[in-house]
């Protein structure tokens, strides 16, 4: 089975109140992260490992000179057994490229470009935190469409205080008009510790109510299923099939995968792993020529069923029961029977022969519905 290989580039411009990723803004310690990562990258290195996906993620990857990014894939090559097909992603910010660096980009390898619009509403896009505006979004389409980019992914974010189903809908409609390859559609998460959880912790900003954000991802499912999109994640659709993201596809089909940079997690065989969550660390491990392990975690076997679940039900096409009981030995009706027929009751089990999946409205209730699949272990 082919992996997946991902690169945590840990630097933004400036940190969007919401996100709880590792990264930094002091930029000037960004050729220092390159080098180690080079170096990270000889450590780690396996010819005979076949790989089929590489992810560039943050962080902001697009403030990497497109150069570095061709080197980093020269060094894949070097190091890895790269498919020639290769599906290779890179997360851009509108506010931090132009059109000769996508130029580049293009030409240094990357083949599938995904832009962190999250709001086409001045208003959404202040208090997100984001520094671009709206028709700076627009522009970076266009221009990644000159630059040869044809696998183009927009990702929004709603469920925003404040924030209305009209509102929603018309982010959903200028997204449609420009057509992408791919959209990801994520509910905000107040994550602990950030600024924006602590404003809401506050009561100076007051987040909308589950039914509200529930209606928002109705709409969502609807209006993107009547343009054409294949809705095959809770939060991520594509134009076809074959645009799907084939790297995050290994995260929820439980594939393996490496993660390059500081913070970033590895799984393989049944075993999570990660890299310290600290650029000065990481970059001094390395110059003495050791891995910035942060630590790792050999799942157990009720572990691993319990994540075989989460993470298959978040697609649509959900499990093969039949390789799920090859796998943990677990007959899926003696064991979920019970529950299984709840959950065709309530409507929230899509009706797959041979496959356990949630339909539209199960998705709603994802986290609860595994849960309850957890205890019935």
């Known amino acids: 089975m082919a992996a997946g290989l991902y690169f945590h580039i840990p630097f933004c411009r400036r940190k969007c109140p919401y996100c709880d990723f ?12 390159l080098d180690a990562l080079q170096r990270e990258l000889v450590l780690r290195a396996e010819p005979d490992l076949a790989v089929d996906t590489v992810y560039f993620g943050g962080g902001t990857p697009s403030l990497c000179p497109p150069e570095a990014v061709g080197e980093i894939l020269a060094q894949v090559k070097s190091w890895f057994s790269l498919s020639e097909t290769a599906e ?32 086409f509403r001045e208003e959404g896009l202040r208090l997100l935190g984001r520094i671009h505006n709206r028709d700076e979004s627009l522009a970076a389409v266009a221009k990644a469409r000159a630059a040869g980019f044809d696998n183009l992914g927009l990702d929004l974010i709603y469920g925003l205080p404040g924030q209305t189903l009209h509102d929603w809908r018309s982010d959903l409609s200028q997204a449609l008009a420009l057509r992408p390859s791919h959209l990801s559609c994520y509910i905000l998460t107040l994550e602990s510790g950030t600024p924006m ?23 969502t499912a609807s209006l993107l299923k009547k343009a054409g999109y294949d809705h095959y994640e809770i939060s991520n659709y594509a134009r076809s099939p074959d645009l799907r993201s084939h790297h995050n596809l290994k995260y929820w089909r439980f594939e393996p995968y490496l993660g390059f940079g500081p913070g970033a997690h590895s799984y393989r065989e049944g075993v999570r792993s990660w890299n310290r969550a600290d650029l000065e660390l990481y970059c001094q491990h390395l110059a003495e020529g050791r891995r910035p392990a942060g630590g790792q975690e050999v799942l157990s076997v009720a572990q691993q069923v319990l994540e075989a679940l989460l993470l298959g039900l978040r697609l649509t096409e959900g499990f093969s029961i039949a390789a ?9 009706q003696a064991t979920f029977g019970g529950l299984l027929h709840q959950l065709a009751g309530e ?16 998705m709603r209730y994802h986290n609860s519905i595994a849960a309850r699949f957890a205890a019935t272990l």
């Open 88 to 119: 290779i992603t890179l997360e851009a910010n509108p506010g931090t490229i132009d059109a000769d660096g996508l130029v580049r980009l293009r030409a240094a390898g990357v083949n599938r470009l995904n832009l962190g619009i999250q709001s």
């Open 22 to 33: 590792y990264s930094r803004t002091d930029l000037t310690v960004l050729p220092s992260f």
């Open 197 to 219: 959880t602590c404003e809401v912790q506050a009561g100076r900003l007051r987040p909308p109510e589950e039914a509200h954000v529930v209606a928002m991802f109705e709409a």
């Open 347 to 362: 409507g929230c089990l899509a009706a797959l022969p041979g496959r356990c999946a949630l339909t539209v409205k199960g």
């Open 324 to 332: 799920f009981e090859a796998r943990f030995g677990i007959d899926v």
